[in-house]
């Protein structure tokens, strides 16, 4: 995986750019601001994580990118993302048919879900290449056997004709890969991929993307709750916390020196194998906004123990970190009192 | 190995929970070209431990090696096949139902998913007094203030009492459930997975109530889960499952430093640590292939398909749980390689 320090300064063209993009959904309780306003880039050959917790608006931001956002009751509300040179927001379907897939695909939390339970592997690979990549139906075929033995499936030739209830999960994960790299994407989207999965299993199955990236020169977009994962795989991370991104830098950065209270108090919260049996973990109390009536100024104050005044009144913008990231907070937190995350009781 | 100078195991006189030799198969007719043919799951296979009053065992291992089916049989919620199931000094596991109510009162269940554990047309107030009303604990009116203790003890609001599960967030239902075991104010919980579904933030809030529950009301758990720094961090003693046994148990800090077994070890090695610097220095144990089906019967260890360091004798003979203090199921325990519990 490459990081070159020059990104920022650079003015080449980033593979893929996104700017101001906002997704708003129009529910019962009101309109839920989903994404609120995200701005990226990524690189060729980079892996940048997406950290965030249910409601953050990490799937979110992502779907848009794929233009699967359901409408209604979702709508893109303003923002652009290049890829290319080329706005996937203001894509015709027709467009986007032929970039998804071919220039971005997507692989999902459950393969289960993800795969058609009525049709073979066989049948589900083939038709991507064909369809992209004007494969015979011959041709095709040959890629996709080729496509399972990449991703380590025994017996590639035989397992062709099985459904995906034949496999495990693991396998399952693994065929939902090959489906996605088959057209050599630029980028891919990998939403929480190892979640469903056993430690023994991630394990095998970031091992498998991190040699496909090398391969490909695929550059990856890694969704996911586990800050273990994404300490072992990504260059770049990015924090997001009720359709904002908080901060953003290089992975060894942002573990080592988080300038943002709410990674801060993200990293303190994961119990961690090398830390001792018994300590108290500083749980971030209360929880986390709700999107249809988020509060004024940053929404991350009411549960923060740095903020201060201004903080409930005006929402803090993004800011350069010294380093290459980003970060969004008032408070400078190496110049003030290390505060606990502390026992308040809700 | 290791057992050395220690002190006598805790009998089961001692102990609040003893679980002996508990087996669970269950029949089942194979699908594809087999089809119809009978085979036996044997998803529990010969497990025993002891827990002793206010302590943790924690229970990890992946999918399928039979953790959950364990606290199931131990409840009595699936029927043992064999073994014995202690509960202070009665045996419990082949109670009929209405046997098996009053030993209710000591043991209770916390579950994983905490949408689909809570009835959803009942009232946080009924879902939690109703245990009350199952013992006849306290008197009718009581009860209302009873549950309304227990919610502000889980840390929710007691003005909460007539809200209905939706209207809470997956952390607070959890609290709601803990709220309901502890109604009947069991001695021992058995905690099903009681955090793998929920965010990261709420987790550490949920880990640290049924600490403190612990710490106050002297309760023991058996808690299971997948997530191993989780099991380091809350218990005392931590078995490690594979295929239906336990294949290590050793107190907490003891397995994570000097585990033995190559399961445990390549199960550590494999989780990763939130820090890019220790995460990008570290050489995994890899292993190969996926758990094998538990209807098929093994000569010998059922690791040793996946094992680095397996020999010939290992497909031969199984190997039993042996040892006081840590006891390991190998032939060839061995420390492979330093684990990430040293650095601390």
């Known amino acids: 995986m490459m990081n070159s320090p020059e990104q920022h300064l650079s003015p080449k063209q980033h593979l893929l750019e996104v700017d101001g993009l906002q997704v708003d959904f129009k529910t019962d309780d009101g309109l839920v601001q989903a994404v609120r306003g995200v701005s990226f880039y990524l690189d060729r050959g980079e892996t940048l994580g997406i950290v965030g917790e249910s409601g953050s608006g990490k799937s979110v931001t992502n779907l848009a990118l794929m233009g699967l956002v359901p409408r209604p009751p979702g709508i893109v509300k303003s923002g652009r993302a290049l890829l290319d040179g080329q706005d996937l927001l203001q894509m015709s379907d027709n467009a986007l048919t032929a970039v998804r897939g071919a220039k971005i695909a997507m692989i999902f939390q459950d393969p289960m879900t993800a795969l058609n339970p009525f049709l073979t592997v066989e049948e589900q690979l083939t038709e991507m290449t064909i369809l992209h990549l004007n494969h015979t139906p011959a041709e095709a075929r040959d890629h996709a056997v080729s496509m399972l033995e990449q991703v380590g499936i025994p017996g590639a030739a035989r397992r062709m004709r099985d459904y995906p209830h034949h496999f495990s999960g693991g396998m399952r994960q693994r065929v939902m890969i090959a489906m996605a790299l088959s057209c050599e994407p630029d980028v891919l989207i990998a939403d929480e991929p190892t979640t469903a999965l056993d430690v023994t299993i991630q394990a095998q199955i970031l091992d498998l993307m991190a040699e496909l990236q090398s391969e490909h020169q695929t550059a990856i977009i890694l969704i996911t709750h586990d800050l273990g994962v994404v300490a072992s795989v990504c260059d770049r991370v990015m924090v997001m916390y009720a359709g904002k991104i908080v901060e953003e830098a290089d992975a060894p950065s942002l573990f080592a020196n988080p300038r943002h209270p709410y990674t801060m108090g993200l990293l303190e919260s994961v119990p961690r194998l090398d830390r001792p049996h018994g300590v108290s973990l500083s749980a971030i109390e209360g929880q986390p906004p709700d999107l249809a009536h988020l509060p004024p100024g940053c929404s991350f104050a009411p549960r923060c123990p740095y903020a201060l005044e201004k903080c409930t009144v005006e929402a803090p913008p993004l800011t350069d970190r010294i380093d290459q990231g980003r970060f969004a907070c008032f408070v400078n937190v190496d110049d003030s009192e290390p505060k606990p995350f502390a026992a308040k009781r809700t | ?344």
């Open chain 2, 1 to 344: 190995m290791n057992n050395s100078a220690h002190h006598e195991k805790t009998s089961s006189a001692e102990s609040l929970l003893s679980v002996k030799n508990l087996r669970v198969h269950f029949p089942v007719r194979r699908g594809g070209w087999l089809r119809g043919e009978r085979c036996l799951i044997r998803a529990v296979d010969g497990v025993s431990f002891d827990v002793a009053e206010g302590e943790t065992l924690g229970l990890v291992g992946e999918s399928g090696c039979g953790k959950s089916t364990t606290a199931r049989a131990i409840l009595n919620l699936n029927r043992a096949t064999a073994g014995e199931v202690w509960l202070d000094v009665a045996r419990i596991d082949q109670l009929s139902p209405s046997a098996m109510l009053p030993h209710r009162r000591k043991i209770q269940m916390i579950f994983q998913d905490p949408f689909a554990s809570l009835n959803p047309r009942m009232t946080v107030g009924r879902i939690v007094s109703e245990p009350m009303d199952i013992f006849n604990l306290h008197s009718r009116r009581d009860r209302k203030l009873e549950a309304m203790r227990l919610l502000d003890l889980v840390g929710l609001n007691p003005r909460f009492l007539n809200r209905y599960p939706h209207e809470f967030s997956g952390g607070q239902r959890q609290r709601i459930g803990v709220a309901r075991a502890l109604a009947v104010q069991p001695k021992i919980i058995i905690c099903d997975e009681p955090v793998s579904a929920l965010d990261v933030s709420i987790q550490a809030q949920v880990i640290n109530l049924m600490m403190d529950l612990q710490q106050k009301l002297g309760l023991s758990y058996v808690f299971i889960a997948h997530d191993l720094a989780v099991v380091r961090h809350i218990a005392d003693r931590v078995g490690v499952m594979y295929l239906g046994k336990i294949v290590e148990l050793a107190t907490s800090d003891e397995l994570y430093r000097s585990p033995q077994h190559p399961y445990k070890q390549a199960l550590l090695s494999a989780a990763p640590v939130p820090d890019p610097v220790v995460e990008r220095q570290r050489k995994r144990i890899q292993l190969t292939g996926e758990v094998p089906s538990p209807d098929r019967v093994y000569p010998g260890c059922s690791f040793a398909d996946r094992c680095p360091i397996a020999d010939a004798a290992c497909r031969e003979k199984s190997p039993q749980l042996e040892g006081e203090a840590h006891a390991v199921s190998c032939f060839k325990p061995q420390l492979l390689a330093p684990t990430v519990a040293n650095n601390t």
